[in-house]
């Protein structure tokens, strides 16, 4: 069973194509391909976000805390059968640094211990059982986590020629839906950026590189704030929103629910 943790900053920008395409003639001069992008192709990411029935996790989120953390089942094959490698993970961010701690699973392993706390037999290694002993703490403290986002995107990544620690990642088709909430089911659902267009991350654990700095600012490259999870809920409170207006409310609960429907798609997304 397979560990993986780091700790980094993550920077996003979202790119047009002509910026994109641009951007990558520097890339190149500086950084490799993944490993998985075999061909010069990008490959697909699958996700299944947790979160409480009242969506705390991700409506924290969208209030900007100094402090924030999820949890989320990742697959790098769709669709995943009971056997299939998955990796479940913590994510947390602390004034703009980023850790993530995961566990390498099966799909039916998942499930065992979203479901039942059931933990895999080999928990022989240290780290194995003080990730475990962390995803124990995340599930005590909310209660009832349950699947609420399915997102998945397709990749191009690339890692730097002299820092293999700096890492730019390119993310399109980002789709999300909030039914069929599995990772054994193909990819479907709404785009939440536009087909021309690109998510860039910047990971790194110390100071950009000037190659970098320079060309995004010769290209008007500008830092946002995005998040993909937080896209398709305010999405999601949209139309929420739209359905309840189409008919006339009346009780004043149903009003404050709109007002407070309002607020959180009013937030910006991190």
């Known amino acids: 069973m397979a560990i993986s943790t780091f700790m980094r900053k993550e920077l996003k920008y979202m790119l047009s194509m002509s910026q994109y395409e641009a951007l990558l003639t520097e890339i190149h001069k500086y950084m490799n391909p993944d490993k998985f992008c075999v061909g010069g192709k990008d490959y697909g990411i699958y996700n299944l976000y947790y979160d409480t029935p009242d969506d705390y996790l991700i409506r924290t989120s969208l209030e900007k805390p100094y402090y924030k953390e999820k949890i989320r089942l990742r697959s ?3 669709p995943a059968n009971p056997d299939s490698k998955v990796f479940l993970e913590i994510k947390k961010k602390v004034g703009g640094i980023v850790t993530k701690r995961r566990v390498t699973l099966t799909l039916a392993e998942s499930d065992a211990y ?30 009832d986590i349950k699947p609420k986002q399915y997102i998945s995107y397709q990749r191009s990544a690339f890692f730097g020629k002299d820092d293999p620690d700096f890492r730019l990642t390119f993310d399109r088709q980002i789709t999300e839906r909030r039914y069929d909430l599995s990772l054994s089911l193909p990819s479907y659902g709404a785009q939440i950026i536009a087909p021309n267009q690109r998510l860039m991350e910047v990971k790194i654990a110390g100071a950009m590189p000037i190659w970098l700095a320079q060309a995004m600012a010769d290209l008007k490259i500008y830092k946002i704030s995005f998040s993909k999870y937080g896209t398709a809920y305010q999405r999601f409170i949209k139309n929420q929103l739209y359905e309840q207006r189409k008919t006339p409310i009346v009780r004043s609960s149903k009003i404050i629910q709109t007002k407070n429907l309002s607020r959180i798609y009013q937030k910006g997304s991190i």
Request: hydrophobic share 35%; aromatic share 18%; charged share 20%.
């Open 76 to 78: 790098y094959y769709s």
């Open 114 to 143: 979203m479901l039942h706390r059931t933990k895999p037999v080999d928990l022989s290694k240290y780290l194995q059982k003080q990730i475990f002993s962390e995803l124990d703490v995340f599930m005590n403290t909310y209660h």
